[in-house]
């Protein structure tokens, strides 16, 4: 393993396979800046940047360290709260959270410090504003409980303006440091057979781990996987990282289907779907935090099995195709909606793996609505995601998927909601109420910390309501962690129809 | 204290917004060198800890075996209770909390034996592998079940007034219900943590993350049945407390300490998130159930309350838990006729424990709830019922017997509800909601008024120790410890001020049971107050000696001698501070001292249940503004206006951020945050995967915080007023708005039942009682 932690070159290969990067900061370099909070990617105390160096361009990222094993870190800049400041003048970030009284007991703030450093770094690169959304956006996965956070939003805010207060600039932006790009070309790629954390960058690679290390577990992200080292204090051997296969990292309009490899993030996708999907979009700033999004991979959303999950129910609104691969090469592909069998339970074989997803172009052109249902608005798991598809032929609706995720021990579509639903009018309300009651009827969902079967099951209905009363041309309003816009404030409509 | 020729206490306006210092660890919180216990290096020899923990509620043990445990590589001692060398029980105040349990257990999650081990991933892995036969009895988990049982920590206290049973029979009109409340994970965002550190004395030095470091040192020598002189306690700063490390951090340093001593290897005891949710106390749920009388006007003639607090399984601080949420029952609401009786709940859960706030948000919601429900049943803005019984002359007696009578709460609310905009926005929602079939906008305005003091009246003392050096620079310890709030600034401050010299030069040292003894605990928001005073009464008495030496030395009069802007004025002459100090000091002038407070005129007596328990009232008002869906019950806080009062504020910009923070703390509790358990006795939200704290997206754009601008009345610290826990009932100001839009939905004619927390689940029910109520079409008054 060979990364730059600050400035400094690590080479190591003494390391547990599952050692996490907040472990090895604090406990094997002394860097007791990043903090534990949680160990489990809900509070953000652990926060670190990380450099990636990518045809010339030098991006930065932020993560959990806690729930990231530190050898998935090989081959990039890895930035802890220790390198921004120098000695006598702090980082814009930082000099910006002491002039907004942004910290109280501290614990959190070196975490805030990286997500806005962050942010920073991306927009003055992008030479692009930076306004409140994009800073709650790049906060939203550090939990502070002293300030109440409109100091640290204030902090945000005022760092372009505090580095522009000051006579000479602070520091050239990381991703332009030609030093630290020189020392990652300068990094040996990672070939070691022998390591117990294989980096495949490609098939071939990928099936050459998978057969010499048959009682290897896979991870892309690790955000789930993870869990069960810092949570359970399960130790693994042999751990092979999916993701950075180019060929799981597609992310490709074709002729016919959009296709979506395994190990593409939550944020990629983000980025991508924002022009051209933006439902989708909408859907995945309200999955996890950007420190998550920046991990975590839709594969392992669909092959954690979670009857939780946002993305299984959107994939079934779509009939997405899920190409699966074998250790041997081979290939084979299951729909969807056959893919689920039971409460964490997959289609998927032994020696099998997710490479990708194809969702079709005409279904992505439909009507289609996501709306999910917890009781925070970010990083929060849902008691209730509904994915909607209406096809529309003739003022009828000629094809329903109403998809659910907490409804059932698996993500689960509503059949006889669908039927009464299909060959019927658009604005036929009667239609609209069969499907309620035959919902009622089909789903019988739990109780749990985070809603009653009765909430679950009247949100299930109500939100199969909206989406009709949306197709219809009604306006209704769906939160999400954004501000609720004036225009919804004194009128309570977007004042624009929806498309 | 001392008085000199200019009086201190008096110097109104002293700490001018714009020359303040920032939090003196600012710097360090941002480059991540803030040292917190677990960021210390540690020993080769360390040892890390866990514990094994009950599965059941309520249980005898019937048998242990332990041996896979000790076999479990890296696992250097394990001890079970029989181990422990002096006392098992390291109760705060009474007894019944045991720092690892015998043949019985009354919660899941407590401790039945410890391991130490040469990392906490060996100790984790080896806890796991004990065997543990249980035989089960029955489980007390609800206070319900509490109150039917009979089943108390401690005994009940009423509270009671003119004649409440009489004057509600004849009241017009009646209210009758119940509310529920849950309560909170504290969420620190560091966790539970002690390091202990044997001496080579057989004691023992423990770093703690604890709020009240002279308990930690008094249980560590109880366990280990030593002198409390032998163990030394030391806290530089916590990652947050709010009440959580008040009395449950004395467990970590007393069972590291016990380790530490047996294996002669320093030890840490640092708690997982996931432990330190399941094994720590929280804010006490409360089952409230009340009757009220009142006029057609909407007047309280008369109040019967009955609030059962869910305590767990011991009195850990509960009997002041109760009895603060009793005091504040009433909350800015003058009572006629009332009855208020607290009981303790026995549960056999964790034991709950101190909260910001400590039992009075759970009185103050009360009574934000029978506002709320007596205006829409007399059919007026909800704004107009809490004027019209806000404590004003001739309404100024709380139940209690203590005097409401400075005058602020009233003017203060009236000042909120015009700078707010309150009517004109009323007016507003009311139409917006009229042609809005699915949004639903609430607005309330609620107030606080805080009692400040601790009610337990021993605990009001404070303690500072104060050198000065040849260089004219200034250390400072003291009894408080710094939690985020700004103590230690503060403190800074005013020692700076109290002498006349820049703030830069007065350094404030880590708290330590070795520079002052007996400290009470940081705590009741009493930190500034009590540490303060004790500081200031540290200075003058140096500032004294100073003067005594000046007059000799220079032969000038009393009043000839000043120190201002870090300048010692002698007549005519004037001197730099470190040179007159370097002069004192070659004339053998002492320069160090302690300084002592105790808070004056407080004292309740329990037997009549009357009396003055506080020195004076903390109020402040909060407007809130809410927006909800009513296909979900899903909601935004889109504005809050509050107006605070902080008497003359020390440091500003530090008063705003407890008001913002205890605020948004205080909505959280109310929202989002709800706290689970299954019929066994199990804690089911144990993580923040699952318990959902306030994030940044949660709060509103339109924020506004201001500060009311009056000294306080008593003669507290430069006139200046506690600010660290009043401002969390603000918060109740974004469930009453809840209340209000939901009651929307039946056009104000009731104010439905709504859950606390108001999860979006809760405000849809709500909606939808409201909303069947107004189909239903009739109106019980």
Not at chain 1, 430 to 441: C, F, K, M, P
Not at chain 2, 248 to 259: D, K, P, S
Not at chain 2, 365 to 388: F, P, W
Request: proline share 4%; net charge negative; aromatic share 8%.
């Amino acid at each position: 393993m060979q990364f730059i932690l600050n400035d400094e070159l690590i080479d190591d290969n003494t390391l547990p396979s599952d050692f996490t990067a907040l472990r090895y900061l604090r406990e094997k370099r002394g860097l007791t800046g990043t903090k534990e909070g949680c160990a489990s990617g809900d509070c953000g105390a652990c926060t670190l940047l990380v450099g990636a160096l990518e045809n010339g361009e030098l991006t930065y990222s932020t993560l959990n360290s806690c729930i990231t094993p530190v050898q998935s870190l090989s081959g990039k800049h890895v930035v802890s709260v220790e390198y921004l400041s120098k000695v006598d003048e702090l980082h814009p970030a930082q000099q910006a959270m002491v002039e907004s009284h942004g910290s109280q007991c501290g614990f959190c703030t070196p975490g805030f410090v990286l997500s806005l450093a962050g942010l920073y770094e991306n927009k003055q690169n992008a030479d692009q504003p930076i306004d409140r959304e994009a800073v709650c956006d790049a906060i939203s996965g550090n939990l502070c409980r002293c300030t109440g956070y409109r100091p640290i939003i204030e902090a945000g805010l005022s760092m372009i303006k505090v580095q522009e207060a000051k006579e000479t600039p602070f520091i050239e932006l990381m991703s332009k440091n030609e030093g630290i790009k020189s020392l990652l070309e300068n990094l040996q790629a990672e070939a070691n057979a022998k390591s117990n954390y294989l980096q495949p960058t490609n098939l071939e690679q990928l099936a050459q781990a998978l057969t010499s290390n048959p009682g290897a577990t896979l991870i892309a992200g690790g955000t789930d996987l993870m869990l069960e080292n810092t949570q359970r204090y399960r130790d693994f051997d042999t751990l092979i990282d999916v993701s950075s296969v180019v060929e799981l990292k597609t992310l490709d309009i074709g002729a016919i289907t959009l296709t979506i490899g395994a190990s593409v993030t939550y944020s990629e996708l983000e980025d991508f779907s924002k022009i051209l999907y933006p439902q989708i979009h909408g859907l995945l700033s309200r999955i996890a935090s950007r420190q998550i999004r920046n991990r975590g991979t839709i594969g392992g959303n669909v092959a954690n099995a979670s009857p939780i999950a946002d993305l299984p129910p959107l994939l079934l609104a779509f009939d997405a195709d899920i190409q699966l691969l074998k250790t041997d090469g081979s290939t084979r592909t299951v729909n969807i909606n056959d893919f689920y069998q039971g409460y964490k339970q997959t289609q998927l074989a032994k020696d099998e793996m997710i490479a990708s997803f194809d969702l079709s172009l005409d279904k992505l052109a439909q009507f289609h609505r996501f709306y999910k249902v917890s009781k925070r608005m970010e990083d929060d798991i849902s008691s209730v995601m509904l994915a909607v598809r209406f096809e529309v032929d003739n003022g009828k609706l000629s094809d329903v998927r109403l998809a659910f995720g907490g409804m059932a021990a698996t993500p689960i579509r509503g059949l006889k909601a669908e039927a009464a639903l299909t060959d019927r009018a658009i604005n036929d309300e009667q239609a609209l109420n069969q499907a309620i009651d035959a919902l009622r009827n089909e789903l019988t969902p739990m109780s749990d910390m985070r809603a009653s079967a009765k909430y679950r099951l009247d949100m299930a209905c109500n939100l199969i309501r909206k989406a009709w009363l949306e197709l219809n041309g009604t306006e209704v309003v769906t939160f999400s962690g954004h501000a609720v816009s004036d225009s919804i404030l004194s009128t309570g409509s977007e004042g624009s129809t929806h498309a | 204290m001392r008085k000199l020729p200019q009086d201190f206490t008096l110097d109104t306006k002293a700490f001018k917004k714009g020359l303040l210092p920032v939090h003196e660890s600012s710097i360090k919180h941002v480059t991540g060198q803030a040292v917190y216990i677990d960021d210390m290096p540690e020993w080769p020899n360390e040892l890390h800890v866990a514990t094994g923990l009950s599965t059941e509620a309520h249980a005898d043990i019937v048998s242990i075996n332990l041996d896979k445990v000790r076999a479990y590589p890296g696992v250097v001692d394990v001890i079970v209770q029989a181990d422990i060398p002096g006392e098992v029980d390291v109760s705060p105040v009474l007894s019944g909390d045991l720092l690892l349990a015998g043949d019985f257990v009354h919660f899941i999650g407590q401790s039945i034996f410890a391991v130490a081990a040469t990392s906490l991933r060996a100790a984790k892995q080896a806890v796991a592998l004990a065997e543990i036969e249980y035989k089960t009895r029955e489980a007390t988990l609800h206070p319900r079940q509490s109150l039917e049982r009979q089943e108390f920590v401690l005994p009940t206290h009423t509270i009671s007034c003119g004649d409440a049973k009489g004057a509600l029979e004849s009241a017009p009109n009646k209210l009758k219900s119940d509310l529920y409340i849950k309560g909170q994970e504290h969420f620190y965002l560091e966790g539970q943590i002690s390091v202990a550190t044997p001496n080579e004395d057989g004691g023992v030095q423990v770093f703690a993350s604890s709020q009240h470091p002279a308990e930690v040192q008094k249980l560590v020598a109880r366990v280990l049945g030593l002198p409390v002189a032998q163990v030394l306690v030391e806290v530089r700063r916590m990652g947050g407390g709010f009440g959580g490390k008040e009395s449950q951090a004395a467990v970590l340093g007393c069972m590291a300490a016990v380790l530490a001593v047996r294996n002669r290897r320093p030890v840490k005891y640092r708690m997982p998130r996931q432990d330190d949710m399941v094994q720590t106390g929280k804010r006490h749920d409360f089952w409230n159930s009340y009757e009220v009388g009142f006029s057609n006007e909407g007047e309280i003639i008369a109040a019967e309350y009955d609030m059962v607090g869910k305590c767990g399984c011991t009195a850990d601080l509960s009997d002041g838990v109760v009895d603060r949420a009793m005091f504040h029952a009433d909350n800015a609401y003058f009572l006629p006729n009332a009855r208020i009786s607290g009981y303790r709940g026995k549960t056999h859960t964790v034991s709950n424990t101190a909260f910001r706030g400590f039992g009075g948000p759970k009185g103050v919601i009360l009574a934000e709830n029978v506002i709320e429900e007596i205006a829409c049943a007399v059919g007026k803005d909800s704004l107009d019922i809490r004027k019209l019984n806000c404590y004003q002359a001739n309404k100024d007696t709380t139940p209690y017997g203590q005097k409401v009578d400075d005058d602020v709460l009233l003017t203060l609310i009236e000042e909120l509800e015009t700078s707010s905009d309150y009517r004109a926005r009323r007016e507003s929602i009311k139409a917006f909601n009229k042609q809005n079939p699915f949004l639903k906008k609430g607005l309330a305005l609620t107030p606080v008024k805080f009692g400040i003091s601790f009610t337990s009246k021993h605990l009001n003392q404070g303690g500072a120790l104060l050198h000065i050096y040849t260089d004219g620079s200034v250390h400072v310890s003291h009894g408080g410890t710094e939690m985020g709030q700004g103590l230690y600034t503060k403190v800074a401050q005013i020692v700076a001020k109290a002498f006349g010299i820049d703030y830069q030069r007065v350094n404030v040292g880590s708290t330590r049971t070795d520079k002052v003894p007996n400290a009470s605990p940081t705590a009741a928001s009493a930190g500034t107050d009590l540490n303060g005073m004790a500081a200031l009464d540290a200075a003058l008495t140096i500032k004294s000696r100073l003067q005594e030496f000046a007059m000799e030395h220079f032969g000038i009069a009393a009043d000839a001698f000043a120190i201002e802007d870090d300048q010692v004025i002698l007549g005519s002459e004037t001197m730099s501070f470190p040179e007159f100090i370097k002069l004192a000091y070659m004339n053998r002038v002492s320069l160090s001292s302690t300084g002592f407070y105790k808070t004056p005129k407080i004292g309740y007596d329990r037997k009549a249940a009357k009396g003055r328990p506080f020195l004076y009232f903390a109020n402040g008002a909060a407007v809130s503004e809410v927006i909800v869906d009513t296909f979900t019950g899903e909601y935004k806080v889109t504005q809050v206006d509050i107006l605070h009062d902080v008497g003359d504020s020390i440091n500003a910009d530090l008063d705003i951020g407890q008001i913002e923070g205890a605020f948004v703390q205080g909505m959280g509790w109310l929202t989002s945050e709800e706290l689970s358990w299954d019929d066994k006795g199990r804690i089911t939200t144990n993580s923040p995967a699952n318990y959902k704290i306030p994030t940044s997206a949660d709060i509103p754009e339109k924020f506004n915080v201001k500060l009311f601008d009056r000294p306080n009345s008593e003669e507290s610290v430069y006139r200046s007023k506690a600010v660290g826990e009043p401002p969390l009932m603000l918060g109740i100001s974004v469930w009453c708005a809840l209340k209000d839009a939901c009651a929307a939905m039946a056009d104000h004619k009731i104010s439905p039942p709504l859950s606390v927390p108001a999860t979006p689940e809760a405000v849809f029910y709500a909606m939808q009682a409201a909303q069947n109520h107004k189909t239903g079409g009739e109106v019980s008054l």
